[in-house]
């Protein structure tokens, strides 16, 4: 069981005054964007962070293209909560680039071109009943008057499209950064976490309760991905994980200076003339091989609306953690309140909802802040897709 009483926390669980191990002594399964996103919250309120990952190189995180769009799919739905959370986790990664001199989150225009006239018409009346969907709009235009200055000469809009503020977050170096970070304070353990292998036998003692690897932790948050659905510590936890493909292409006539976006097809701008196009989803196959059928359905789609030449330099393939569509799931464990938790379901959003989810968990698990009922793990059941 993975559910208990609505509302209360992580320290209300355990019945304890609030920071009793001060500082908390917490370690993290997983070095994708969920765990990246935790350490450096929690470093912020002072917890005691070790981070265990095998540093593998085909992860959701490492396949992500970053892209943050916040109007999305057939039916033109303003992302999960996106004016709550997009400001939390823009205002993260500016302060992690403050902090590390780093850049994680590169704006850009996004534009969506509509497929059809039928679909075009679909947009308008969608925004008619939706008049909040225009403040993510920055242009609507038809074929005559598409934005050639974003679009280049290779893209074409026969239907029309829309414009709205975007950009991508740059996965792997906040990967590699957090590495980096940990690896200086000696907090970095390159290795898998099994569930066996954590001793909570002395549950019971207020300090440090959960042995492993010959250290002591207060609480093991589980950052895993897709992998958890073989945790056997989340056998309730229905997850829906798919799998998706993407490409590294070089494209040297494009001049879009957008990323584009037709039925759910994308193509996005990189560093050095490098783009990336995407992505499938396959809810059967969950390895992390990238095939020629998805390799071919990627060039079809994009070649609906890019006419320049490309040729592809890498196909990669990740597997994304779904539970509960693209909305994260965190919390702690019904059975082992006082030491376990988890942050998962980012599903194929985890860029714009990571650092907000992590920042909320992050709260719950120093200051005993509640979570959102729409983000708490106790509140799965209450809250399904
Ligand atoms: C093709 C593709 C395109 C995508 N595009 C976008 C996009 O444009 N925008 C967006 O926001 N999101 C996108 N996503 C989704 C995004 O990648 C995920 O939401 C996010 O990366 C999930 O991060 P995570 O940390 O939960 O999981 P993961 O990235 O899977 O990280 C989990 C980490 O935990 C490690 N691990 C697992 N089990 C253990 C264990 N027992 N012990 C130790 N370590 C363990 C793994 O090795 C891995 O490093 C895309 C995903 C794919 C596949």
Redesign the pocket.
């Known amino acids: 069981m993975f559910l208990f009483e609505t509302g209360m926390t992580w320290c209300q669980h355990m019945q304890m005054p609030r920071r009793q191990n001060n500082p908390p002594r917490i370690l993290i399964?997983?070095?994708?964007?969920?765990?990246?996103c935790l350490y450096w919250r929690l470093r912020e309120l002072g917890a005691k962070v070790t981070l265990?990952?095998?540093n593998?190189s085909a992860?959701?995180?490492?396949?992500?293209?970053?892209?943050?769009t916040p109007i999305t799919g057939a039916n033109f739905a303003l992302s999960w909560r996106f004016a709550e959370i997009w400001p939390e986790s823009l205002k993260f990664y500016q302060n992690l680039a403050a902090l590390t001199g780093e850049s994680f989150f590169h704006p850009l225009p996004v534009v969506r071109l509509f497929s059809s006239d039928a679909e075009a018409a679909k947009f308008t009346r969608k925004v008619a009943h939706n008049p909040f969907l225009e403040t993510y709009l920055d242009l609507v235009f038809s074929a005559s008057d598409a934005p050639s200055e974003l679009l280049g000469s290779e893209v074409t809009a026969p239907h029309g499209g829309f414009v709205m503020p975007g950009g991508?977050?740059n996965?792997s170096t906040l990967i590699e950064e957090t590495r980096r970070e940990l690896i200086l304070t000696a907090s970095y353990r390159e290795?898998?976490?099994?569930s066996d292998a954590l001793d909570l036998s002395r549950s019971t003692n207020t300090d440090h309760p959960v042995q492993w690897n010959g250290e002591s932790f207060d609480l093991v948050v589980f950052?895993?991905?897709?992998?958890?659905r073989h945790?056997p510590l989340f056998t309730d936890i229905p997850f829906r994980p798919a799998?998706?493909?993407?490409l590294t292409l070089k494209a040297p006539q494009a001049s879009a200076k957008a990323i584009i976006n037709r039925k759910g097809s994308w193509l996005a701008p990189r560093h050095n003339n490098e783009w990336r196009a995407?992505?499938s989803y396959d809810f059967e196959r969950l390895d992390i091989e990238p095939t020629a059928q998805g390799r071919e359905q990627i060039l079809t789609n994009i070649s609906t609306f890019y006419s320049g030449e490309l040729s592809v330099i890498a196909a990669s393939?990740?597997?994304?953690?779904i539970i509960r569509k693209?909305q994260p799931v965190a919390g702690f464990h019904a059975d082992h309140q006082r030491t376990i938790a988890m942050?998962?379901g980012?599903?194929?959003?985890?860029?714009?909802t990571?650092p907000w989810a992590a920042g909320h968990l992050a709260h719950a698990i120093v200051n005993g802040t509640p979570l959102p009922p729409y983000l708490d793990l106790a509140q799965l059941a209450n809250n399904p897709q």
Request: hydrophobic letters at 35%.
């Open positions: 399964v997983g070095l994708g964007v969920a765990g990246a265990a990952d095998p593998e992860t959701s995180s490492r396949a992500a293209a970053g892209l943050i991508w977050v996965t290795q898998m976490v099994t950052c895993e991905g897709a992998n958890s945790n799998k998706g493909e993407f995407g992505s393939a990740g597997v994304r953690p693209s942050l998962n980012l599903g194929s959003k985890g860029c714009s990571g």
